[in-house]
């Protein structure tokens, strides 16, 4: 069963970073691509990164450009999101998610299923 777990979430000051790791299990990076999105409260879900490790396809959402970077542990079947230079606006809870269908790529939410859990991140003086 294709499952994905979120962890990595906490609480940093501005400026600071954080790792979030995603999990994934019953399927192939190099097929599938995975992105990471996030929702804020009140707000709605937003594309922040994704990648298809079998191209080295990488896409960014235009906030997080020069600031986040998305990488893959195939043998570890776990993609992870580095966030340097956070700023209060990229609080939110996290989510990673899988494409639909292989080949697929870039960050249309709707293009994604198999959502995991999700993992807070607040960032706050």
């Known amino acids: 069963q294709v499952q994905l777990v979120e962890s990595g979430g906490g609480l940093v000051q501005p400026g600071g970073s954080l790792r979030l790791s995603c999990a994934t299990s019953?399927?192939?990076?190099?097929?599938?691509?995975v992105g990471w999105f996030r929702q804020a409260q009140g707000k709605e879900r937003e594309g922040v990164s994704s990648f298809m490790a079998g191209t080295g396809l990488k896409f960014y959402a235009d906030s997080v450009k020069g600031r986040f970077a998305i990488s893959a542990d195939r043998a570890k079947s776990t993609v992870y999101l580095r966030m340097n230079s956070l700023k209060p606006e990229d609080t939110a809870v996290y989510y990673c998610?899988?494409?639909?269908?292989?080949?697929?790529?870039?960050?249309?939410?709707?293009?994604?299923?198999?959502w995991g859990q999700g993992t807070q991140v607040t960032v706050s003086s």
């Open positions: 998610a899988r494409t639909a269908a292989e080949w697929e790529y870039g960050l249309d939410g709707e293009n994604f299923e198999s």
């Open positions: 019953a399927f192939s990076l190099d097929y599938y691509a």
